[in-house]
């Protein structure tokens, strides 16, 4: 959303500007009139150009200028928050990997574990509950594990829209 309103100034930014361009300095009033009679064939033209200080537009030019300068604002404004985006997207990415790595490293711990209580539950040196306590650990390390890339994929998935967008 950040960059499609940053896209949006810069086209109402560049239409000001071109619009500006586009406004004369000074807009002399001139008219044209020709008569012609068909019967004697006679034909007549006038030219009339007035001159005014109502016909100066600069009010209109500074009005669009004033315009320009605040969607320049603007744009600056909206392209310092999606490069802050970007920016905390980045730090939560780098969080994310290492939240799974750590979550690899808990979930392969559990597993070792859980052979470990497999083991000494055959052996009869562990009760049923702890051997279930270990594999619900598993379980419970692999939803964490899961969690921990949706997290990952979802902010790299927020990068990527903002780099497509751009």
């Known amino acids: 959303a950040a960059t499609v309103s940053l896209l949006n100034l810069a086209v109402e930014t560049e239409a000001l500007k071109r619009e500006l361009d586009a406004t ?5 009033s001139l008219s044209l009139s020709g008569t012609m009679n068909i019967f004697d064939f006679r034909a007549g033209a006038s030219v009339s150009l007035t001159l005014s200080p109502d016909q100066w537009q600069r009010e209109e030019r500074s009005e669009l200028e004033e315009q320009i300068a605040d969607r320049q604002t603007d ?10 985006e970007v920016r905390m997207l980045k730090q ?18 559990s597993q070792v574990q859980y052979k470990e209580a497999e083991l000494f539950h055959t052996r009869g040196e562990r009760t049923d509950l702890e051997f279930e306590q270990s594999g619900l650990s598993v379980f419970s390390s692999s939803i964490r594990l899961f969690s921990s ?3 990952l994929y979802k902010n790299l998935g927020e990068l990527l829209q903002l780099f497509l967008l751009d």
Do not use: G, H, K, T
């Not at 004369?24 to 002399?28: I, S």
């Not at 744009?75 to 802050?84: I, S």
């Not at 939560?92 to 711990?109: F, K």
């Open 24 to 28: 004369p300095v000074f807009r002399p």
């Open 75 to 84: 744009l600056l404004l909206e392209q310092a928050n999606v490069d802050l």
């Open 92 to 109: 939560s990415i780098s969080v994310a990997r290492e939240a799974l790595e750590i979550s690899i490293s808990d979930y392969e711990s």
């Open 149 to 151: 890339a949706v997290d």
